[in-house]
């Protein structure tokens, strides 16, 4: 999907410092995309340590200053897949962000996977999470720049 793969608000995919960054995340891109996507988030977590709740900064602010909370995690989890090659988006809860990166399967199509932010949670999510919206790069009516 076009709208998981290219730059959107505070997911940098263009700046420098932030390919620089997606290309140090991945060690060996012969890997399957499950593997892939596993090492990218091994690394977005350990490029921006958890800092607790903060105003939203974005993924070049969170790779430079190495700390951020869930939205920059997320953000930097998203570039980093978008930046290899591996669509992926913003998943906004109540109170919290995470990502999902996406999959081609052969014989039932894409599926979306869920890729915590915050705890080591690869692939799933709690089926009670309340969904708000899905995706980072909204118009508003009345804004003449995409929004959060």
Same mark, same amino acid.
């Given at each position: 999907?076009?709208?998981? &793969?290219?730059?959107?608000?505070?997911?940098?995919?263009?700046?420098?410092?932030?390919?620089?960054?997606?290309?140090?995340?991945?060690?060996?891109? #012969? &890997?399957?995309?499950?593997?892939?996507? !596993?090492?990218?988030?091994?690394? #977005?977590?350990?490029?921006?340590? %958890?800092?607790?709740?903060?105003?939203? /900064?974005?993924? *070049?602010?969170?790779?430079?200053?190495?700390? +951020?909370?869930?939205?920059?995690?997320?953000?930097? %989890?998203?570039?980093?897949?978008?930046?290899? +090659?591996?669509?992926?988006? $913003?998943?906004?809860?109540?109170?919290?962000?995470?990502?999902? %990166? &996406?999959?081609?399967?052969?014989?039932?199509?894409?599926?979306? %996977?869920?890729?915590? $932010?915050?705890?080591?949670?690869?692939?799933?999510?709690?089926?009670?999470?309340?969904?708000?919206? /899905? +995706?980072? $790069?909204?118009?508003? !009516?009345?804004?003449?720049?995409?929004? *959060?």
């Amino acid at each position: 999907p076009k709208d998981a &793969m290219g730059e959107s608000p505070l997911i940098e995919i263009r700046h420098p410092r932030v390919r620089d960054a997606a290309q140090r995340a991945l060690h060996d891109d #012969s &890997m399957p995309a499950w593997e892939q996507a !596993r090492q990218l988030d091994d690394a #977005s977590k350990s490029d921006v340590r %958890f800092s607790g709740v903060a105003p939203l /900064k974005g993924a *070049l602010a969170a790779i430079v200053d190495k700390h +951020g909370d869930c939205e920059e995690r997320t953000s930097v %989890f998203v570039a980093y897949c978008r930046i290899h +090659g591996i669509p992926a988006r $913003s998943v906004w809860i109540p109170n919290h962000a995470y990502a999902e %990166f &996406m999959l081609e399967d052969p014989q039932t199509g894409p599926q979306w %996977f869920p890729v915590e $932010s915050v705890r080591r949670e690869f692939g799933l999510a709690p089926a009670d999470y309340i969904i708000l919206q /899905k +995706g980072d $790069s909204y118009r508003v !009516r009345g804004h003449s720049r995409p929004q *959060l």
